[in-house]
T-cell receptor, first 112, second 113 residues
Framework: EDKVVQSPLSLVVHEGDTVTLNCSYEVTNFRSLLWYKQEKKAPTFLFMLTSSGIEKKSGRLSSILDKKELFSILNITATQTGDSAVYLCAVGTSGGSYIPTFGRGTSLIVHP | DGGITQSPKYLFRKEGQNVTLSCEQNLNHDAMYWYRQDPGQGLRLIYYSQIVNDFQKGDIAEGYSVSREKKESFPLTVTSAQKNPTAFYLC????????????FGPGTRLLVL
């Protein structure tokens, strides 16, 4: 059975702090790993990672994948209150229909 | 304006009642999905459809039913057989073959009276 584990499950920081969110996985026929941000309702896409060691960056957010150790990290530097959200990691596999497996998410609260 | 919409935003169900949640997309996506999200949990797959007139059960399909008569629409019915339906329901779509990024609707919160 495919498994995606995110840690920590929750995190409380102050504005300006840097945070690192983790996502480890055990799946058959890995295809891609995706990060989503869920503020109140709909998760919105952040990054898709398919290759090891290539950092994806968008403003203060960055993410990297390690296919040997089977994990990804999502970094947020200089956090702001608007970064408060649940961050979801999903792993997709190849072969057949594309059905990603989601982790439980990391709830991030950024205090002013 | 392309996107995916869900209605209603909130839905109340009485005991023994079937209720239907709407999901519509105008992204011309082939694949559509229904997820259930409980507090502190990730997304659990209820049903998915890769093409019109075809759908498959996900991990927690019991007590739910779907149809896919049109590409744009994928309604979910929560039947009276679903004993614990209180949750946040998210619909998503993706381009299908090779399209891995999912686009999510705003969700429907279902509460039992």
């Amino acid at each position: 059975e495919d498994k995606v584990v995110q840690s920590p499950l929750s995190l409380v920081v102050h504005e300006g702090d840097t945070v690192t969110l983790n996502c480890s996985y055990e799946v058959t026929n890995f295809r891609s790993l995706l990060w989503y941000k869920q503020e109140k309702k709909a998760p919105t896409f952040l990054f898709m990672l398919t290759s090891s060691g290539i950092e994806k960056k968008s403003g203060r957010l960055s993410s990297i994948l390690d296919k040997k150790e089977l994990f990804s990290i999502l970094n947020i530097t200089a956090t702001q209150t608007g970064d408060s959200a649940v961050y979801l990691c999903a792993v997709g596999t190849s072969g057949g229909s594309y059905i990603p497996t989601f982790g439980r998410g990391t709830s991030l609260i950024v205090h002013p | 304006d392309g996107g995916i919409t869900q209605s209603p935003k909130y839905l109340f169900r009485k005991e023994g009642q079937n209720v239907t949640l709407s999901c519509e997309q105008n992204l011309n996506h082939d694949a559509m999905y229904w997820y259930r999200q409980d507090p502190g949990q990730g997304l659990r797959l209820i049903y998915y459809s890769q093409i019109v007139n075809d759908f498959q059960k996900g991990d927690i399909a019991e007590g739910y039913s779907v149809s896919r008569e049109k590409k744009e629409s994928f309604p979910l019915t929560v039947t009276s057989a679903q004993k614990n339906p209180t949750a946040f329901y998210l619909c998503a779509s993706s381009a299908g073959q090779g399209g891995e990024t999912q686009y999510f609707g705003p969700g429907t919160r279902l509460l039992v009276l």
